[in-house]
């Protein structure tokens, strides 16, 4: 596959972005489009290395996944670039993935730590290689409608609007189902929307695949809360079966430190959700969102969402930004628990803190503080917060953090946004459908079989498995897509 001396011959090479000085001052896609023929050269550094664990797609009990989680053909379509067959390669990239243009823009890329070259060297650069075979495709007019030539008579609802609810429609009509996708907010897109700013993944970018699907026969339809607006009875008595892609929407809150409630601690999808919304409907000028502008912001949270909060934070004007991490900052290299072919758990730095860095002089991050009180005004106002540093420890099967004497610190903060992860789904709708859950919270659907306590109920994605990755998301709901249609129909050409 590729060029057999390639990786040997050339760096990897990752496709520039806009300069984070200039693109903070605008709400523009921060990817820039390389020359086609770049492209071809770092695929060509795809190794004829006999065993893909690029393309393994599993999970290590205990530890991190290997490899794509969708099964992409990730040397075949390498190979197919490097000879300038973009088509070709675009075929077998739709093989598996449906929305590449979503992955190949915000995926942490797992596949590239699982990279064979990734052993001693620097990584075939996977993703970006992924999002240029669909940008291409749509450049050249090459991904079109393709509505089912018949229909089955079956009738299947997804509620949900996420990656795994419109990978699940996409596949079920596919095959002749009449599909219609709820979703609660005013817009298509669950998190892809509203969770993602749209400086890494722009609305447009979801809309343009929504209105493929919509030609292609599936029905969207927005503002409609599942439970409320419609009743559990009256959808269950419409559709052969139902696909719950409702994501894992209950913040984890901080309700055991003193001053929790204070005005100016958020969650931080309330943040993200508002800024986006209010940017799609007035660029901001209805004033409808959380604004960072002149405060000092603290993300309280190490992940993908905190960086996300920063991302906005500058663009909004904030005074200053830190982000709490309670884990020890990360080596360059790997450790000895994290070998390769694992996700690398290595330092690195994502957009928004090179953003940070270049506004304010220095990378947020701020590592091991755990907030022990929330300082407040007067009128309950948030002016600061009390911190200290601490060292994680594991006591008989228990995480605990332990404080580190005379490291105490009062921080300045206007503005809290915590981004600490997520509980599980939201109940409601669960209990009313008398789908039964884990102790974790979760909808109680075995892997792979998707089916829930309810018959012709089933779920996928992170209401499912609990938080996870865009990638995830789109592999359960083709999954969950195969499963319903085999139980409509007795058998399932679905993979």
């Known amino acids: 596959m590729g060029k057999a001396t390639g990786f040997m011959e050339i760096e990897r090479q990752v496709p520039k972005k806009r300069d984070p000085r200039d693109r903070v001052q605008d709400w523009q896609d921060i990817h820039v489009t390389p020359p086609k023929s770049d492209i071809e050269q770092q695929a060509s550094r795809c190794m004829d290395c006999g065993v893909p664990f690029c393309q393994a797609g599993t999970n290590v009990p205990g530890s991190d996944e290997i490899g794509c989680p969708v099964y992409n053909l990730i040397p075949e379509w390498n190979d ?157 008595n419409d559709y052969s079966a139902v696909i719950l892609c409702t994501g894992a929407q209950v913040p984890r809150g901080v309700s055991d430190v003193p001053g929790h409630d204070a005005k100016g601690v958020h969650f931080a999808m309330d943040f993200l959700t508002q800024n986006t919304k209010s940017l799609l409907d007035s660029k901001h000028e209805d004033g409808q969102y959380i604004s960072a502008a002149g405060k000092n912001v603290i993300v309280i949270g190490g992940g993908d969402t905190g960086v996300d909060c920063i991302t906005t934070s500058v663009r909004h004007g904030a005074k200053s930004i830190a982000q709490f991490d309670i884990n ?16 690398p758990l290595t330092f690195a730095k994502e957009d928004g803190h090179k953003e940070a860095e270049a506004v304010y002089g220095e990378d947020p991050r701020a590592y091991q503080w755990l907030t022990t009180r929330f300082v407040t005004d007067d009128d309950g106002v948030l002016v600061g917060l009390e911190a200290v540093q601490a060292e994680t420890v594991f006591e008989n099967g228990q995480k605990l953090r332990k404080p580190i004497t005379g490291s105490e610190k009062v921080w300045d903060a206007d503005l809290v946004l915590l981004a600490i992860g997520f509980t599980g789904p939201e109940r409601e709708l669960l209990e009313q459908m008398g789908v039964k859950t884990t102790n974790r919270g979760t909808v109680d659907a075995e892997y792979g079989q998707y089916n829930t306590s309810v018959p012709s109920v089933y779920a996928a994605g992170d209401n499912r498995r609990g938080q996870s990755l865009v990638v995830w998301a789109i592999h359960e709901g083709r999954e969950a897509a195969r499963e319903v249609d085999r139980y409509l129909m007795g058998s399932t050409i679905l993979v």
Request: overall charge positive.
């Open 328 to 343: 020890k900052i990360k080596g360059e290299t790997r450790n000895d628990g994290n070998p390769w072919p694992l996700f």
């Open 80 to 236: 197919l670039v490097y000879h300038g067959r973009w088509k070709d390669a675009l075929e077998r990239l739709h093989k598996t993935n449906n929305f590449p243009e979503f992955t190949g823009k915000v995926c942490p890329a797992p596949c590239e730590g699982s990279c064979t070259v990734a052993i001693d060297d620097d990584a075939v650069t996977i993703k970006s290689i992924e999002w240029q075979i669909v940008e291409n495709g749509f450049k050249e007019g090459w991904i079109k409608a393709k509505p089912p030539r018949k229909r089955t008579g079956k009738r299947v609802a997804v509620i949900g609007s996420g990656p795994a609810g419109l990978a699940a429609a996409a596949q079920l009509n596919k095959v002749g189902h009449t599909v219609v996708v709820y979703e609660k907010e005013d817009r298509v897109g669950g998190l892809l929307t509203y969770g993602i700013p749209d400086v890494k993944l722009p609305y447009e970018t979801v809309m343009r695949r929504v209105r493929i699907l919509e030609e292609e026969g599936i029905t969207f339809k927005t503002n409609v809360n599942i439970g409320e607006t419609i009743s559990w009875e009256q959808l269950n």
